[in-house]
Structure formats: C-alpha cells, structure tokens
C-alpha cells in the first residue's frame, strides 16, 4: 500500500531561522496536503498541491509538488513562535478515497 | 464558519466494552472519515464514508471497528470490544467531494481503555 515518509521527525529551530520538512510517498500522488497540528489540537488544513511542479506560497510558507508528483517540501522562513507544531504532509491517491499521512515533522522554537 | 464537532471529548472505558464516538460532519459535505492518533505518533486513516456506505478502510478498522450514519447529521465509530491498543485520539474528518480537498477535522476524542 501506499506509504508517506516524512522528515525530520524533529526540528529545533532558533527564532529567526529558516527550516524545510521533507515528505516522500512509495507512489505517485494525485495530490498532496499539508496540515499543521498544534500541541493538544487537531490537523488543521494548511493547502493543497496537486500539479507536477506546483509551487504555492502563505506568507513564509514555500510548498512545492516534485515533477513526478512522489514528493513535496514545505519551507519556513523566518520563523516565529507561532509556528510551533506539527507539520503532517498527507497523500491523496486517485484510487481510493483516503489520505495517507506522514509521520509529521514537531517544530519546537527557541526564542 | 462551519464546523467538525464531536462528542464526547473523553471517553474511559474498560477493556472489553463497547464505545461509540459521534460525530457531527459539517453539514454540505458528502464524505466522511475516522482517523486515528495514538499519543505522540501520526495520524492513521481507519475508514472514509460515501454515499451511505463505506468506500475504504485500512488493516486497523477490523471486524471489532463499525461505523454509520444513523440520521441526517450524525457520522458514529463503534468499536465493539475495547482492547489498551485501542486508546488513541479519534478524529472525525468530512469534506465536500473525496480526498482531492480540504479536509475539515474535528477536535477530537480521546478514548482511554483501561
């Protein structure tokens, strides 16, 4: 089955600072969604990706769909306490009807 | 703006009881989904929901792992037979038109098998 990898699984990132969280899938993907879980909460939405190439841009986050639509990054600049959390990517295949999440990425930040 | 909700926020149980966790989908949408998060680890896809069957479910939701949609509104989990494993957070999770979208979750229930 498909199979959604996703790294780091940590990342201590002084204020200021820039970092990018990895996700690679076994199989190509129809799309790609990134979510983002703070502490105690739930995965809330942060977008969708579904062209081979795609770039989309919120501000200080940079998401981009690889060409052959098997990975995707999701780069932070600047970051700022309120990033905090974690950062699943989830895979959506055209075959079925779920998303296949990975394991998430836990951003903690020292100010 | 509409919501995912559900009920209860924390459930303890006893090991080998019933559970059922409701859900309330946010209104418009046509597919539904039960995820499941054991403490500090990723989210899992357990089942989604279309059209008043199930369209696919993972090797978690076995035989001990039902759901429905009993009214217009509501979206359940039984699970029939608790077992420790089974404590976990349960999302519920609905969208408009299938896995191409944004999927709204819920805020969760905490199961706790004892």
């Known amino acids: 089955g498909q199979q959604v990898m996703q790294i780091p699984q940590y990342q201590h990132v002084q204020e200021g600072e820039d970092f990018t969280t990895y996700c690679n899938s076994s199989?190509?993907?129809?799309?790609i969604q990134w979510y983002k879980q703070r502490p105690g909460g739930h995965p809330v939405f942060l977008i969708q990706?579904?062209?081979?190439?795609e770039v989309k841009k919120q501000k200080r986050l940079t998401f981009q769909f690889g060409e052959a639509k098997k990975n995707s990054s999701l780069h932070i600049t600047a970051t700022q306490t309120t990033d905090v959390g974690t950062y699943f990517c989830?895979?959506?295949?055209?075959?079925?009807?779920?998303?296949?999440f990975g394991a998430g990425t836990t951003v903690t930040v020292r100010a | 703006e509409p919501e995912v909700t559900q009920t209860p926020s924390h459930q303890v149980t006893q090991m080998g009881q019933e559970v059922i966790l409701r859900c309330v989908p946010i209104?418009?949408?046509?597919?539904f989904y039960w995820y499941r998060q054991i403490l500090g680890q990723k989210v899992e896809f357990l089942v989604s929901?279309?059209?008043?069957?199930?369209?696919?479910k993972s090797e978690i939701f076995d035989d001990q792992f039902s759901v429905e949609r009993p009214d217009g509104s509501n979206f359940t989990l039984k699970i029939r037979s608790t077992k420790l494993e089974d404590s976990a957070m349960y999302f519920c999770?609905?969208?408009?038109?299938?896995?191409?979208?944004?999927?709204?979750f819920g805020p969760g229930t905490r199961l706790t098998v004892l």
């Open positions: 989830a895979g959506g295949s055209s075959n079925d009807y779920k998303l296949s």
């Open positions: 199989t190509t993907l129809s799309n």
């Open positions: 990706l579904v062209k081979s190439g």
């Open positions: 209104s418009n949408h046509l597919y």
């Open positions: 929901f279309y059209n008043n069957e199930i369209s696919e």
């Open positions: 999770a609905s969208d408009s038109s299938g896995s191409f979208n944004e999927q709204f």
